[in-house]
Structures are given as C-alpha cells and as structure tokens.
C-alpha cells in the first residue's frame, strides 16, 4: 500500500490552540487519501510561518523522505493546500526537484499538483519552469545593472554574499552530512547559493572552505 506523509501546518498559536485549521487540512488530506487506497502518516508543525523551509516537523519530513527507495517506508508528501508546505515558488520548486531526483511524490491538493500522476507532473513541471524563468530574469536584470554602474565608472564587488544563517546551517549539516547531502538538504529548504544558484557538492565545498577560512578553522569531515 501506498504511504504518503500528511502535511499539516498553522501559523499563530490561537489556530494551533483551537485546532480548526489543522483539523480541516486533516480532513481534506484523509478524503484524497481515501479515494485513492493511500495509508497517511502525520507531520505537524503549529504556530509556524511559510517563509521558509526550516520547520522543525518538516525537515523531519523531508529528512524521512530523503532516504534511499529501497530503504525508505514513506512513498511521498501531501498537503491540503500549498501554502501549508510553502508561500515561496521557487522554495517549492527546489522541493519538486528533489522529489523528481529521490522519486517520490508531491501532492498539493488545492493545486492540483500530484506528481504520482501525469497530469500531477506537468502541472508542477509548469511551475518549475516559472520559478526558473523568474530567477532568470533575476539575473538578467542584475548583470544589466552592474553593467551600466562599470559604464559609469563605479567599482562593483560581489553583488551578494552568503546570509549568515545560511552559512551556520551549511557547517551543521557537514557535520553529518555528505557534501552531496548537505547541497540536498539546503536546496530542500529553500537556501541558496550568494548568487541565487541551487547549492551542488562543488558549490558546498567551496563555501565550507570560505566559512572556515573566515573562522580560522579547517575541520576534516566527511566528503
């Protein structure tokens, strides 16, 4: 039988307390599991926002998912409506992603978005290509600019450097991680690159090797 994780999540403590919103996104996900024979294991996360990934009962999803096939006992992730799982397209198209990669599902009810399904994955692959149509965009208008300062003789350095906490979750999950497994997992919640890019196993060594730089320490961990 099908396993799939349900997703449930709230943004203030006075939804959590009342319990409405988490029962009505719990209804709506047990009657789409139900027509469709799936088994439904429970992840909640109350009184948190949608502006990022990094929730405590979500990563405890993803970090469930992320396993091997062979190996994992859970066969994707639904949620009653995408802003339950994320308020940001390009944070969400890093999930798709991911699950494309890792193949398993993702299932956002009020979109139509059900990646096990044909129609499912187009849906999701059109709004994949308007999260990389937008960073692309991004990027054209950026270059456009640092060109037209260079013309007017301004002095341009880097146009963005690494959020701190960005760079403090890296070295965390080095501590654990594989370089290809710290990229999965930061790309996972969302994080970037400074330059806006999807983080790879190259792109995390040479970050972990500046932070480290800057702190004067070179750990040995695991590559």
């Known amino acids: ?13 006075e939804q959590a307390n ?14 789409y599991a139900d027509t469709h024979g799936w088994e ?8 948190l926002s949608a502006k990022s990934l990094h929730r405590p009962q979500l990563q405890a999803a993803l970090t469930r998912l992320h396993s091997l096939p062979k190996q994992r006992d859970v066969d994707g992730i639904v949620v009653a409506k995408l802003d339950r799982l994320s308020r940001s397209v390009h944070d969400f198209s890093g999930i798709l992603k991911v699950s494309a ?3 398993w599902s993702v299932v956002a009810i009020d979109l139509g978005v059900d990646t096990s ?10 709004m994949m290509s308007v999260a990389e149509w937008e960073r692309e965009v ?15 003789g301004k002095h341009m350095g880097r146009v963005s450097a690494l959020p701190r906490g960005t760079g403090d979750r890296l070295l965390t999950l080095r501590a654990t991680h594989t370089l290809a497994g710290t990229a999965w997992q930061l ?8 330059t806006g890019a999807a983080w790879t196993s190259n792109s995390v060594c ?17 590559a």
């Open 206 to 222: 040479k970050a972990q090797h500046r932070l480290n730089a800057r702190q004067g320490t070179e750990p040995a961990l695991a």
């Open 18 to 31: 009342s319990g409405l919103g988490l029962e009505s996104q719990r209804d709506t996900i047990q009657r």
């Open 187 to 194: 790309n996972a919640e969302g994080l970037t690159t400074a």
């Open 117 to 126: 399904t044909p129609t499912g994955k187009l849906v999701a692959n059109v």
């Open 138 to 152: 991004i990027g054209e208008r950026t270059s456009a600019a640092m060109q037209a300062a260079k013309r007017q």
């Open 101 to 103: 990669a890792r193949k």
């Open 1 to 13: 039988m099908t396993t799939m994780i349900g997703y449930l999540r709230v943004s203030t403590e």
């Open 40 to 47: 439904v294991v429970w992840y909640m996360d109350e009184g």
